[in-house]
C-alpha cells in the first residue's frame, strides 16, 4: 500500500507563497489522480485540487488562479503552489491517492 508524506507548509503572511510537496513510497505512474484536501478548524475535509497522471487538473474554486497543482512521476512526487495566499486558506493540507492519506501538514495565513 502506497504511503504519502507531506512536506512544506508553515506560517506565512497573507499574500504569500508555499510550496507543499507529497512524496510516496511507491511509483505513482499508474496511479490515475492524485489530489490535495484541506480541513480547517471545526470544518470538513474539502478538496483542493486533483491531477491525473496525464496531467489534467482540476481546482475548487476558492483556490483557481492561485494555486496550481502538478507531479513529478520519475520522482515519485506531487506539488501544490498555493500563491497568494489569504487567511482562508489556513487549514491542514492533505495529499491524497487511492486508499491513502498522508498524515498532513499545517498551513497558516496570517492577515
Known amino acids: 500500500q502506497v504511503q504519502l508524506v507531506e512536506s512544506g507548509g508553515g506560517l506565512v503572511q497573507a499574500g504569500g507563497s508555499l510550496r507543499l510537496s507529497c512524496a510516496a513510497s511507491v511509483s505513482i505512474f499508474r496511479i490515475i489522480t492524485m489530489g490535495w484536501y484541506r480541513q480547517a478548524p471545526g470544518k470538513q475535509r474539502e478538496l483542493v485540487a486533483t491531477i491525473t497522471n496525464g496531467g489534467s487538473a482540476y481546482y475548487a474554486d476558492s483556490v483557481k488562479g492561485r494555486f496550481t497543482i502538478s507531479r513529478d512521476n520519475a520522482k515519485n512526487t506531487m506539488y501544490l503552489q498555493m500563491n497568494s495566499l489569504k487567511p482562508e486558506d489556513t487549514a491542514v493540507y492533505y495529499c491524497?491517492?487511492?486508499?491513502?492519506w498522508g498524515q498532513g501538514t499545517q498551513v497558516t495565513v496570517s492577515s
Open positions: 491524497n491517492a487511492p486508499m491513502a
